[in-house]
Each structure stands twice: as C-alpha cells, then as structure tokens.
C-alpha cells in the first residue's frame, strides 16, 4: 500500500468511525450473548489491504484511541490490535486472496485470538474472574460474528482504499495503449525483416 | 532491497510492541494522578462531544435493535406473563392500599432524598447523566457516562438506575466519567437479603452480563428465591463500602446447596445492564472512611 496523506486521513477516519460505531453501538447489541467486535475485523482487513507494517501501526493507533476513550490501562487493546493487524498483514504478503472466504476466515480466527489475547492481559493485570464455559463461548460467537462482519466489510474498506493499492489500480485507456505499441512495432519489425505484411 | 524491507518491518513491530508494553506497565502502575492518567483524561475529555453525537446519531439504529429483540423475547415470554398476571391480580386486590400508599411516596421522593431518608448526613445528591461508550470487552463491563468532575462527580460514588444498584465510578475528566458496573468481576457489593435475611458479597459471573453470584451464604442461613437484595453500607470506623445502605441490587433465582459449606445462590440483578440510557450518580453524601482519600 502507498501511503500517501490522502490514504493517512482515509485510514485515520476509517479508525475513528470503527471506534465510535464499536463503543456507541455495537456494545450495546447482545448476540447469542456476545457484544459483535468490529475492531479486531477492521485492523485485519486492513492489515490484508495494506500490509504488516499498516496493519500493526493501525492496530496499535486504534488500541490507543479505544483504551483513552473508554478509561482503560492504556497499552492493553493496542497490544492486541497491533498483533492482529501485524498477522494479517504477514498473511497477505505470504498467500494470494483469491476469494472473499479467505479474508472473511482470518477476520474471524483473529477476533477469536484478539478476544482471548484481551481476556488474558486483563487476568494477568489481576481482574479476578473464574474463567467458565461462558467466556470459551463469548469468544467463539465473537469469532463467528467477526467472521460475518468481514463480509461487507472487505469489499468496503478495498474501495475506500483502492487509490493506495499498488496491485488493483485500475488500468488506463493511456496505459494500455503504450503497452500495446511496443508489440506491434515488434510484429511490424519482424514481419518486414521476413518480407511479409504485417 | 527485500531485506532491508524486513528489517525495517521487524523493527517497526518491535518498536510498537516495546511502546505497547511500556505504556501498559506505566499507565497501571502509576497514580490517578500521573502524567499518563492525564494525558488519558485530556483524549477523553476532547473526543467526548464527538463520542456524544455519535451515540445520539447511532441511538435509532440502537432503538431498532432493541425492538427486535424484545420482540422476540416477548414472545417467549408472553406465556410466562399470563401466569404472572392472575396472580398480579389477585395480590392487586389485597394491596390496593399499600400500592396507592406507595405510589404517592414514589411521587414525592427522588431516589437521592430516599437514600438521605435511611439516615444519611450530608445527603447524596444525585446526577442524572446519559451513557455515551461502552466496553466491548468480554471480562470487564464498564460504561462512559456524560457527566465528570465538574458536575461534582467523584472516583467511588454510587450509581444507580431506576431499578436498582448500577456499579461505582472509577475514572472521572473534567467533563466525563467511567463507571463500572456490577456485572464487572473488579466489582464486589456486599449485600443483605431482605428484610431480615443474611448478609454476604454479591460478585459477577464471568461472561454471564444477566446474573450475579451471592457469595459467602452458609449452608444454614436462610436465603430463598424471590428474595430482595439491597446495599449493606456496612462500616466498620476505618473502612466502609463504597455504597450506602438500601439501593435494590436484585432478587434471588436460585440457590443450592454447596459442598463446602456455601450456599451457590444466583442472583438477577434489577438493573439491566445493556438496555440502560441514562444512570444517576451519587455525589456528595457522608464520608466514607477507606473510599475517599
């Protein structure tokens, strides 16, 4: 990804809607018993769009928002976020995507990872809470609605940030032309040395 | 070239990773009062306009998600309520004038004047204020509310909602407060059964945001489903809770018998947590030895 100040202030506001839409409305929706956790899935599908580098600075700048808005030790969310963007991020520069699947997949297994990373930062900074059944499930249904959410939110957040994307710019009517020419001279080469018409 | 890119990409992970890690041990071992916690407040403290229109923007999209749900609760339950309604009416009929008795108190007295009413001196004087964040956290539930030191809040002070104990506040700005709530596993509110029953500290259940845990009940005492719990306040000189005496907690579902000499009794709390709009925080009030510094 180039990141230019353009995609700077694209990528700052994506964080900052995610952040208000997270703690001012989906931490109000119970699901299956869960809260639906969209920051975890941002970071990762912008950790796959923009790589290990974005991904992990993205995570760390939305773990810092997120523990100063709501009163949190601060280093805690941003830990976890930079460690999910970062793998997704690495993912990415490992594997092609080739379907929707494989970043919907990720965006899940890593909500998982994110929630139960948090879960034990907090038991180590000594929140007493007898781990049950209920927290394992918690953090599977988070997974499954991270899963769902990086549906729409792929395809969303690639077409918000598809001018910094090196491999999806679109082709030019220019572009295609110059390359085009070369082979034709090449074919007009060859034919003359031949004696033929091109 | 591709090496120097792995460099640069390691060392960027492990320069966020060291300021991740410093932060956290610096900002959780430090003072209320340290530059970090400042800094903290400071964020906070200039995004609350912006996390106030958000929650107000998004409060529809919220209402409609409640509807729904409720819709589909309703039905579930509406056999239940049938059941619940002939025996409404039957007590009705014998506690007409007890209810209209108490329905004129309701009208006269604010739940702070309530409180003062159970002997306290100075009287608490309750803010009213409107939840603007959330937590998404599994662990800890905690809430943002819109009303900080400048409205006289302090770290500690009670808050309560229209039908019962809420949980206390633990970070105040100067325009905001975090609050955390009962349902939070750092939160622990001794409590006494109603009206003569035991008295024992009501604790969260990990991951379970709807029922909270009575601990510390012997296998002898008497504590039965349907029984109401309220606040101890309890004191002792040098200590005391953080709540005053008799703000409803929430009333027994279930207990049984332990093997360790503990009752397991299982407690629903009157206040539910995820539908609340707007809380009162309990300023001011008597001085609590321990709560206050």
């Known amino acids: 990804m180039i990141v230019t100040w353009q995609i700077g202030l694209r990528l700052t506001a994506i964080v900052l809607v995610a952040v208000l839409v997270q703690i001012s409305f989906l931490s109000y929706i119970s699901i299956l018993g869960a809260t639906p956790d969209l920051l975890p899935v941002v970071i990762a599908v912008l950790g796959l769009l923009g790589g290990a580098v974005t991904g992990a600075v993205a995570g760390f700048a939305t773990g810092l928002l997120v523990d100063s808005l709501l009163l949190q030790t601060l280093g805690v969310s941003s830990l976890v976020l930079l460690s999910v963007g970062y793998l997704a991020g690495r993912y990415r520069e490992q594997f092609e995507i080739e379907s929707l699947l494989a970043p919907a997949l990720l965006a899940g297994a890593l909500t998982m990872l994110a929630t139960a990373g948090f879960v034990g930062l907090q038991l180590m900074l000594g929140v007493d809470a007898t781990v049950s059944l209920l927290i394992v499930r918690e953090i599977v249904v988070k997974g499954l609605l991270g899963f769902l959410m990086a549906f729409p939110l792929y395809p969303l957040l690639r077409l918000a940030l598809r001018p910094a994307l090196v491999l999806e710019e679109p082709p030019t009517r220019r572009r295609i032309f110059r390359n085009r020419r070369p082979a034709r001279r090449r074919r007009v080469r060859r034919a003359s040395a031949q004696g033929g018409v091109a | ?293």
């Open chain 2, 1 to 293: 070239m591709y090496r120097k890119q792995i460099r640069r990409r390691r060392s960027i992970l492990v320069a966020l990773i060291i300021a991740s890690l410093v932060l956290l041990s610096a900002h959780f071992s430090e003072a209320e009062s340290g530059p970090l916690h400042a800094i903290q407040r400071g964020v906070a403290t200039v995004l609350s306009p912006l996390e106030s229109v958000a929650s107000q923007a998004l409060k529809p999209a919220r209402d409609l998600v409640d509807w729904v749900d409720e819709t589909f609760e309703a039905r579930g339950e509406n056999d239940q309520l049938r059941d619940d309604l002939a025996e409404a009416r039957r007590e009705l009929a014998q506690a007409q004038d007890a209810v209209g008795q108490n329905e004129q108190l309701r009208a006269m007295l604010s739940i702070g004047e309530k409180i003062d009413l159970a002997g306290f001196t100075p009287a608490y004087k309750p803010v009213t204020a409107r939840i603007i964040n959330r937590s998404p956290s599994v662990i800890t539930a905690t809430i943002g509310v819109n009303a900080g030191s400048g409205d006289g809040v302090e770290v500690d002070d009670p808050v309560i909602s229209g039908d019962g104990l809420v949980g206390r506040v633990t970070e105040v700005t100067q325009s905001i407060s975090q609050v955390q709530l009962i349902t939070d596993p750092r939160n622990a509110v001794s409590a006494r059964a109603m009206p003569e029953g035991p008295q024992g500290i009501v604790e969260p259940v990990a991951g379970d945001p709807d029922d909270l845990r009575l601990d510390f009940i012997t296998n002898e005492q008497q504590v039965e489903e349907g029984q109401m719990l309220v606040t101890a306040g309890w004191s002792n000189g040098e200590l005391s809770s953080a709540y005053p005496y008799g703000i409803p907690i929430g009333e027994v579902t279930e207990t049984t018998l332990g093997e360790q000499d503990f009752q397991r009794v299982t407690v629903r709390p009157f206040a539910d947590m995820r539908e609340l709009q707007y809380v009162q925080l309990l300023t001011g009030g008597p001085e609590r030895p321990g709560v206050r510094g």
